[in-house]
């Protein structure tokens, strides 16, 4: 499967972007999926995750209350709408399968992942 996700640009502190992701393929529809993202000089790290179904989501601290994942299983496609963005939010942002079971204790089993899209770029200025 090819992931691609694009969306991405330059805002001022407190504007909104909305990033989609697409993915190839049939198994969309089965695969919990998550948005990462990765800063300059630090690691990967997961922001939202949303079930397969699309009927529970869960979020990073950081972003709750801001960011928004949703997804159209028949578009194979999911979304981030991220509002009141600040710069620390500034990241290459990908999406992924991850694992679900995770949010609330250790993984139980591990999801196959997709191999890893370009990334969009979000730059929020201050």
């Known amino acids: 499967e090819l992931v691609v996700e694009s969306g991405g640009g330059s805002v001022e502190s407190g504007g909104s972007l909305r990033l989609s992701c697409v993915v190839s393929?049939?198994?969309?529809?089965?695969?919990?999926m998550g948005w990462y993202r990765q800063a300059p000089g630090k690691e990967r790290e997961l922001v939202a995750g949303?079930?397969?179904?699309?009927?529970?989501?869960n979020y990073v601290r950081s972003v709750e209350g801001r960011f928004i994942v949703s997804r159209a299983n028949e578009k194979n496609t999911m979304y981030l709408q991220m509002n009141n963005l600040k710069p620390e939010d500034t990241a290459v942002y990908f999406c992924?399968?991850?694992?679900?079971?995770?949010?609330?204790?250790?993984?139980?089993?591990?999801?196959?992942?997709?191999?890893w899209g370009q990334g969009t770029q979000v730059t929020v200025s201050s």
């Open positions: 992924n399968a991850h694992c679900w079971s995770a949010w609330y204790g250790p993984c139980r089993r591990a999801p196959t992942m997709y191999s």
């Open positions: 393929g049939d198994t969309f529809s089965r695969v919990a």
């Open positions: 949303i079930t397969d179904s699309g009927a529970s989501t």
